[in-house]
């Protein structure tokens, strides 16, 4: 009751830092009960032939409060699930990838409102469809400003996804310019300079390639690849020494397989001809900043807890507070109130959902940041009770995905 008198009084967006102020908590501890309600039903789950597995860590305070591995990371071989398993976390990356970017503007090298063609002329001059014409030329106009780096960030700058979260012939256009495929960033994400914009900058919150040109984007910054840059400035200072573009050799008795519940049974799918994502066991061409990595629960807890930490884990300093206020803030235009669908009470930050509504987002928090990755893994960041989540699963039912991210939710705020 108080936190909705507090709601009432002074409107979401102030709530999270009087809570923080107030070191309120609407949960001191989590409740034994809740951490079971998870486990039960995730197991559940996997009993029912529905799921391989999962790894699950909770923690409040800095502490962990709960560690579980459930299932099989290999069900052919009936190999169990560990710890420290590593899975495909495919969207997972991109607040990974905001977190680089974010840190060259801690340095200076950019602001949120510079245009992006700023910092990459190749991408100057960029204009929006009007159709498509059948001899593969198009029909465009204009932008009615350039894309900034905020809009890129935030999935509002006119970008779409390639094949298959996009469809349509910008996202065949996408394909063909080897955008996602064989080609690096530096050969493929100039080849946007000839395809137009899906709608005008700032009107619309689309998921989208952006990423991908944020990656594309910090190595003009840095000067590095971003794999070399990851490491150095992310994954080593934090130790996040299972968190890679693939899996190395030595490593690959702890890697997932995945699967799909097809008839009562698991199809395993990762090593299908067109598998999600390719391989993930060797370097790939295309260092994805969207969807590449693969990580452990572990791993990413540390990532999560220095974002929930305001920037730093055990004496390393990796974003400034204002680095993080900013991705953990409503970055939408004036014009856009939500993302939408299948997100209902979320707008969106900087490389993160950020819950506006908790009335309808299974009582998580407003301030809440998080994502999830199309193999079902998924987390978040709750700053009102300093708790971090994370639930790695490598599961090709996209609607059962959402399911168990819901069923999470509920199980540990209603």
């Known amino acids: 009751m108080a936190v909705n008198y507090l709601k009432s009084r002074l409107g979401r967006a102030f709530l999270i830092t009087v809570l923080s102020l107030l070191n309120y908590s609407s949960f001191a501890g989590i409740e034994q009960t809740r951490l079971d309600a998870v486990e039960k039903d995730l197991q559940g789950r996997v009993d029912e032939g529905k799921l391989s597995g999962a790894v699950i860590m909770i923690a409040q305070d800095g502490e962990i409060q709960m560690t579980k591995s459930l299932g099989y990371q290999n069900v052919e071989d009936q190999i169990p699930m560990r710890d420290d398993t590593i899975f495909r976390i495919f969207s997972m990356t991109k607040p990974v990838t905001g977190t680089a970017l974010m840190i060259l503007h801690d340095e200076g090298r950019f602001t949120l409102d510079d245009p992006l063609e700023k910092h990459l002329p190749e991408l100057a001059d960029l204009r929006v469809a009007i159709s498509a014409n059948d001899d593969g030329t198009w029909e465009t106009e204009p932008t009615n400003h350039p894309m900034t780096v905020r809009e890129l960030m935030s999935h509002t700058g006119g970008l779409i996804y390639f094949p298959p979260l996009g469809n349509g012939p910008i996202a065949q256009a996408y394909v063909e ?38 990656g594309y984007l910090i190595e003009r910054l840095s000067g590095q690849n971003l794999d070399e840059f990851f490491k150095e400035r992310i994954f080593d200072p934090l130790g996040m020494s299972d968190t890679a573009f693939f899996v190395s050799p030595e490593k690959l008795y702890r890697f997932s397989r995945m699967y799909t519940p097809a008839n009562g049974n698991l199809l395993r799918t990762d090593n299908l001809a067109a598998g999600l994502g390719g391989s993930f066991t060797e370097k790939p061409v295309f260092l994805a900043g969207g969807h590449g990595l693969t990580a452990t629960a572990a791993d990413y807890m540390k990532f999560a807890q220095m974002h929930l930490n305001k920037g730093t884990l055990n004496g390393s300093r ?22 939408g669908q299948p997100y209902p009470g979320n707008v969106f930050g900087l490389d993160f959902a950020v819950v ?39 599961n090709n039912d996209i609607l059962l995905s959402l399911q168990i991210h819901r069923a999470a939710r509920s199980a540990i705020y209603e």
């Open 177 to 214: 310019a080897g955008i996602g495929g064989d080609a690096t960033l530096a050969e493929s994400m100039p080849q946007l300079k000839n395809i137009p914009l899906d709608y005008q900058p700032g009107t619309k919150w689309v998921y989208s390639i952006s990423v991908d040109v944020q």
């Open 318 to 339: 990796i974003l400034s507070e204002n680095a993080i206020d900013l991705m953990r803030s409503n970055q939408l235009p004036a014009t856009v109130p939500e993302i």
């Open 356 to 394: 506006e509504n908790s009335d309808i987002f299974q009582g998580a928090p407003v301030g809440t940041h998080w994502w999830w990755g199309i193999a079902g893994s998924w987390f978040w960041i709750d700053p009102v009770n300093n708790t971090v989540f994370i639930g790695m699963i490598q």
